[in-house]
């Protein structure tokens, strides 16, 4: 999340979208900085959660958009700023590919989109096969409930039911083919890693 706030340069008066904001973890800290937000997430009760904590810490500048991104869509060129964080790995590989086309006719010439997300195959590269490792030898030394809940990752990733991560190059290529430049990829800390591109003209 913050590595995600670092490369996102909002100024006050940015509009910004935030795809599966969740409870607001980037939508708040953007509001603050004065940041008019659409937080669109799949869950009404995340966004009332994320409403009721703008409420009580007083930030204005946040709309909630309850959405499936598969069908989201925003007037063309309206946008500064499209973000996410740690929710794209839900999508099906054709509608990330889709979003990504979508975010570059939503967003203003020179605007940019900043995703962070666990970013890895399913093992081909050295690469993933020491983050998938890591996440096992985490679960692994928590005893049963870890055992448990590392056999429901399996599961999950493995028949890509409810996570379905993609390599960090994917995700560069999925924007260079969109038509985004000074398209930049960064590996944050074991599965986690940041990938962000700019609309070109400005
Ligand atoms: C792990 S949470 C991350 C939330 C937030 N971005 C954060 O960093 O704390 C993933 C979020 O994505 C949302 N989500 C998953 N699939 C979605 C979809 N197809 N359309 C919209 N939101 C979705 C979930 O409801 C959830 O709030």
Known sequence: MAAVLDASDVRPGS?????????????????????????????PSMLDLLSAKASDAGID???????????????????DLIVSNYALHHLHDRDKEALVVSALRWLRPGGRMVIGDMMFGRGTSA????I??????VMLKRGPAGWWRLLKNVGRFWFRMEERPVTM???ERYFRQAGFTEVVATPVRLEASVVAGTKPGS
Request: one cysteine or more.
């Open 15 to 43: 509009v910004v979208v935030d795809l599966g904001c969740g409870t607001g973890s980037v939508s708040l800290p953007l509001a603050q900085r004065g940041a008019q937000v659409t937080a669109v997430d799949l869950s």
């Open 61 to 79: 500048g946040i709309t909630t958009l309850a959405a499936p991104l598969e069908e989201l869509d925003l007037p063309e060129g309206s946008v």
């Open 127 to 130: 690469r993933d096969r020491s």
């Open 132 to 137: 998938i490792g890591s996440k096992a030898a």
């Open 169 to 171: 190059e994917t995700w």
